[in-house]
């Protein structure tokens, strides 16, 4: 008995049990017994929808969308009093093999520590082995910097990849994002409510970084020339006008997108590109027509220059010949 609560366990001889039993009276003379009878009943699911609810209102919207992946996998179904570098693993192993970017593993398994970390800090869920998931080995060269532009008639087979998908707003996501340079996630939120065609304006609420967007309002940025031509095109599809609540495109979740285009490309041979990939293309391509970067970052909507540095990869060949033809 503990604190009036009969502990139990089952044993496969008496010899393990006594040796457990000594075990646990040895704990409860130090004052180090635990009672782990309670989470072992408790799902990491549990956990994760708390941490969900409570701390992240105001996180960065990049981390919210990671957490139905978190949900939808088998990981969620781990019990916290049996946690193991093992759950942890699997959780790796199957988003690599699903086609996840090493980088999109790494941020997930990183949610996963900080879920685990407060849930044992904060919440008082003393979990063994609750280093898991920051010990796990994430995969190699997640964190190196990707210079990806399109090269020679890859935007063309992408465009006829994704224009034969089962959703016809595939290859028009694409155009736009090439044109307009916005994230993967603001792009699929947009809603036409959000598009001023008369003062050429975009009003983005769903951005990366969230909790400037809920203090401050929706984030306005320029609307490219090129992207509102496509945004006109949609239009002129359409028999009658759009519900403004309606979101612009129609392409699934962001998960099934992301998945669908990468094994799309592949099928035309294009390979290491991801859709955030255009985002660096689009950045370079705008970098032309806008050369003070201050200007630059006001419409690709990078937070700082340091960030934009990250997604600006001009063509060293053409500063080279720009500089020549100032200096004649």
Same mark, same amino acid.
Request: aromatic share 2%; proline share 2%; no cysteine.
């Given at each position: 008995m503990v604190d009036g609560k009969r502990i139990r366990k089952t044993f496969a001889s008496a010899a393990l049990a006594r040796r457990w039993l000594n075990e646990k009276r040895a704990e409860i003379d130090l004052g180090q017994f635990r009672d782990t009878s309670t989470i072992d009943r408790i799902p990491i699911r549990q956990l994760i929808e708390r941490y969900r609810d409570e701390c992240m209102a105001h996180r960065e919207n990049d981390r919210i969308g990671h957490i139905p992946a978190l949900l939808d996998d088998p990981v969620a179904s781990c019990m916290a009093g049996k946690w193991k570098p093992a759950d942890v693993r699997g959780f790796r192993d199957r988003m690599i093999e699903t086609g996840f970017a090493k980088g999109t593993v790494v941020k997930r398994l990183n949610l996963l520590a900080s879920i685990i970390r407060h849930a044992v800090s904060e919440w008082d869920i003393h979990m063994d082995n609750n280093a898991s998931a920051k010990i796990v080995k994430r995969p190699e060269g997640a964190d190196k910097k990707r210079n990806r532009r399109l090269v020679g008639k890859e935007y063309d087979l992408i465009l006829e990849a994704m224009s034969k998908t089962e959703y016809p707003d595939d290859v028009l996501i694409v155009r736009f =994002?090439?044109? %307009?340079? /916005?994230?993967?996630?603001? =792009? @699929?939120?947009?809603?036409?409510? *959000? !598009? *001023? @065609?008369?003062?050429?304006?975009?009003?983005?609420? %769903? /951005?990366?970084? @969230?909790? /400037?967007?809920? !203090? %401050?309002?929706?984030?306005?940025?320029p609307l490219m020339p090129g992207a509102k031509s496509i945004l006109l095109e949609k239009l002129a599809m359409r028999s009658s006008v759009p519900n403004p609540e309606a979101h612009v495109f129609d392409v699934g979740s962001e998960d099934s997108f992301s998945l669908r285009f990468g094994r799309q490309i592949k099928k035309f041979g294009v390979h290491d590109l991801t859709f955030h990939n255009l985002r660096h293309e689009a950045t370079s391509r705008l970098a032309k027509l806008f050369p003070n970067p201050m200007d630059l970052k006001r419409i690709t909507g990078h937070r700082d220059l340091k960030s934009l540095d990250r997604y600006y990869q001009p063509d060293l060949s053409d500063l080279a010949d720009r500089a020549a033809k100032q200096t004649r």
């Open positions: =994002a090439i044109e %307009q340079g /916005t994230r993967r996630g603001e =792009a @699929m939120a947009l809603r036409w409510r *959000d !598009v *001023d @065609m008369k003062r050429n304006l975009l009003s983005l609420l %769903q /951005t990366k970084n @969230m909790r /400037t967007a809920k !203090v %401050q309002g929706p984030e306005i940025r």
